[in-house]
Nanobody, 124 residues
Framework: QAQLVESGGGLVQPGDSPRLSCEAS????????MGWFRQAPGKEREFVAA????????DYVDSVKGRFRLYRDNAKNRMDLQMDSLKAEDTAVYYC?????????????????WGQGTQVTVSS
């Protein structure tokens, strides 16, 4: 069974730049498209970003484009999300997910493996 473990969340101030990490095991990491999703209090889980198997294509939701950067390191079975210029609206549980759909997707149903999530709270 694949296991994904997120880390890097916590209580941060507006404008801070935390980095979230996702470490994968139990799968051939490079065979999977990878993605980040988030769920804010009282909201549905939403797509944040996804990356192709080789790392050459990255898709960001408009609300984070230019502020967040996704990186994957297939040699380390790791995917990071560098978050810059955080806003209160970024407060959410952030989830790492893996997909074998064959291409980039924003759909939750296309991701077969999920981490437990890491809480990011942006507050002054």
């Amino acid at each position: 069974q694949a296991q994904l473990v997120e880390s890097g969340g916590g209580l941060v101030q507006p404008g801070d730049s935390p980095r979230l990490s996702c470490e994968a095991s139990g799968l051939t990491f490079s065979y999977y498209e990878m993605g980040w999703f988030r769920q804010a209090p009282g909201k549905e889980r939403e797509f944040v970003a996804a990356v192709s198997r080789s790392g050459d294509i990255i898709d960001y939701v408009d609300s984070v484009k230019g502020r967040f950067r996704l990186y994957r390191d297939n040699a380390k079975n790791r995917m990071d999300l560098q978050m810059d210029s955080l806003k209160a609206e970024d407060t959410a549980v952030y989830y790492c997910a893996a997909s074998r759909s064959g291409g980039l997707s924003r759909r939750i149903t296309d991701f077969s493996s999920w981490g437990q999530g890491t809480q990011v709270t942006v507050s002054s």
